[in-house]
């Protein structure tokens, strides 16, 4: 089938895979008398043989073509109304038709082959040199069975490609996405991490102003990137499936030591807000503090980035009634309710210096936890609130 292009000769492959076309074939030859039966793909250029049966030598083997201008399957397809011919030297239409003269045959039945979604494919057919008997209900509900059988499958076919080229690219995506894991793990986050080390020996130096300004800056920068990769990672983590993993524990001194270095590094890098910090934990808290505190983290950054200049930023974490509550408050603008249900979204920002997965890292965390992230935005002020059952 060298000389067919892609898509025919896979239509031509999808027919030989059916693996009840033969005995369709058969049956049909054996009910009718006729020695030759076939299924042929039939475009508005070309006749191309599907498969056949053949006992009468008619010579065509799967992949062979007709001209179309000599086959009465080209009226069929113009028209899609099959054909039954019981004796073409007493048929009146067909006596002295082209066709039956050039392939000398005597009877004729094709019926065509639609695809599910309508689509034209081309017929299911039979001839034999001897006259026949066709024209009654019985061929004419087998031709239409078989026709219909051969669409199904012909559907079934074809998701089935579809779905194994989905699933092709699915890995071929899935492997792009494990090496940008990688890549995040250790190309990018092994480097920021010298980077931040090293800003934090320089700050303890006796350096001019100016310079510790700029070492400053850079540890800002270099928190941002960490968080900004972090997301990034955690991100691809879930798409591949993985989700966010926990590390587990009781420690509440540890949760508590986590929330306050994260407060202390928004206190260097934030000189807009006041941060002010309350803790009352009096239960035992089971949680992976780190990821707690990458929640928090998120956060804050979303409290600096919207909430008011001059106005404090208020962070409580607290145990009450079975649960523990970490909640960031700040005042700004408030958020419209249309848009709350989008703010946990991936991607999802009306910024342009982040990404837009700061809330949704964050709710996924909290979903980890088998928390939930409440939040409450008034005029006066704007509340997000993680929420897990103790137990």
Request: charged fraction near 25%.
């Amino acid at each position: 089938m060298k000389h067919l292009t892609e898509n025919l000769s896979q239509d031509v492959q999808n027919i030989l895979d059916i693996q009840s076309i033969p005995s369709i074939l058969n049956v049909i030859c054996k009910t009718t008398g006729m020695r030759f039966a076939a299924i042929a793909r039939v475009t508005e250029e070309r006749w191309i043989t599907c498969m056949s049966q053949d006992n009468i030598d008619f010579g065509l083997e799967p992949g062979d073509e007709l001209e179309l201008e000599t086959t009465i399957c080209n009226e069929i397809r113009q028209h899609s109304e099959p054909v039954i011919i019981d004796n073409v030297s007493e048929n009146k239409e067909f006596c002295t038709h082209h066709t039956p003269i050039k392939y000398g045959f005597q009877s004729y039945i094709s019926f065509p082959i639609f695809k599910k979604n309508g689509e034209f494919f081309g017929t299911l057919c039979a001839i034999d040199p001897e006259p026949a008997k066709l024209e009654n209900k019985e061929t004419h509900e087998l031709f239409k069975l078989y026709t219909e059988l051969i669409s199904f499958h012909l559907q079934a076919m074809e998701e089935l490609q579809l779905t194994k080229k989905s699933l092709a690219e699915e890995k071929k995506v899935g492997k792009l996405r494990e090496t940008f894991v990688a890549v995040l793990a250790h190309d990018l986050r092994n480097p920021l991490g010298t980077t931040r080390l090293c800003a934090d020996i320089l700050m303890k130096l006796d350096l001019p102003a100016f310079a510790l300004k700029q070492v400053s800056t850079i540890k800002t920068t270099s928190l941002r990137m960490q968080e900004l990769i972090d997301n990034l990672l955690d991100f691809a983590k879930s798409e591949l499936g993985e989700g966010i993993s926990l590390e587990q524990e009781i420690n509440n001194v540890k949760l508590n030591t986590e929330i306050t270095q994260v407060i202390r590094e928004f206190k260097t890098t934030d000189a807009e807000h006041d941060l002010i910090y309350s803790e009352d934990i009096t239960e035992e808290v089971l949680c992976d503090p780190y990821r707690v505190a990458q929640m928090f983290s998120n956060l804050m950054s979303n409290a600096v980035k919207h909430g008011s200049p001059d106005t404090p930023i208020i962070i409580d974490s607290f145990t009450s009634n079975g649960e523990y509550h970490l909640k960031v408050t700040n005042s700004g603008n408030i958020i419209p309710e249309n848009k709350k249900a989008g703010l946990f979204k991936p991607f999802y920002t009306d910024k342009k210096d982040g990404l837009g997965l700061g809330l949704y890292i964050v709710s996924e965390i909290a979903e980890a936890h088998q928390g939930k992230i409440e939040v409450e935005s008034t005029e006066k002020h704007t509340s997000f609130e993680f929420i897990m059952p103790l137990k």
